[in-house]
């Protein structure tokens, strides 16, 4: 399924006063959003864990796919279909462990090598970005562009999530460069109807995919 993606929503509580994780979810799943990724570094593993779970249930029941950021003890405990790690996390190989078989193993990466590497580790599939100037996650690293993403799309043959800067403006050039799906934040959590603008996102990736002859990944199925 991961090599079929079309965007993954990742929640940020902060963007949208009065929704948590759980009303951001059920709003992106809405307007088709097929991945969410609960994303809350600070937040207590008590108040999360309910949360966690309702998203579990929320992405079930819409055939989505749900991966918790950073957190392995909260993705295990809310029984969530896989973790998402960073550069700075958990390494990669041990959290490939840790993980029960047939779990999801996310990898953040910044250039061709961190691609291999996470392809060598175990991952299921690799975030890579920034894309473009983003205000949203600081990852210390300049805007990789899309010269940089057509580089570690011939150089890993893993289903990847571009991230940082995407809009609807620039998403089908972000595809046409070899991206699987975009992986958002502001652009949808932070809009006024986070169900319409993941509809807008999901229509336009589906026509600059129809356009690029689908040229989706090896993955998960």
Known sequence: MLDRLHLCVITDATLAP???????????????????????????????????????????SHGAIFIVND???????????????GQEDLPAEATRRLLPPGRILGVSTHSREQ???????????????????????????????????????????????AIGGITLENVADVIAAGATAPAVISAVVAAPDITAAVAAFRKRVAAAKARSGSREAPGVA
């Open 115 to 161: 691609g291999e590497a996470a392809r060598a580790s175990g991952a299921d599939y690799i975030g890579f970005g920034p894309m473009f100037a983003t205000g949203t996650k600081d990852t210390g690293y300049t805007p990789r562009g899309l010269e940089a993403l057509r580089e570690i799309r011939a150089a890993v043959p893993l289903p990847i999530l």
């Open 71 to 85: 957190r392995l003890d909260l993705a295990l405990a809310a029984g969530a279909d896989g973790v998402h790690v």
């Open 18 to 60: 009065g929704r948590d994780h759980v009303a951001i979810a059920k709003a992106a799943l809405a307007g088709g959003a097929d991945m969410i990724q609960l994303r809350d570094k600070a937040g207590d593993l008590r108040a999360l864990l309910p949360q966690a779970r309702a998203i579990r249930a929320l992405c079930r």
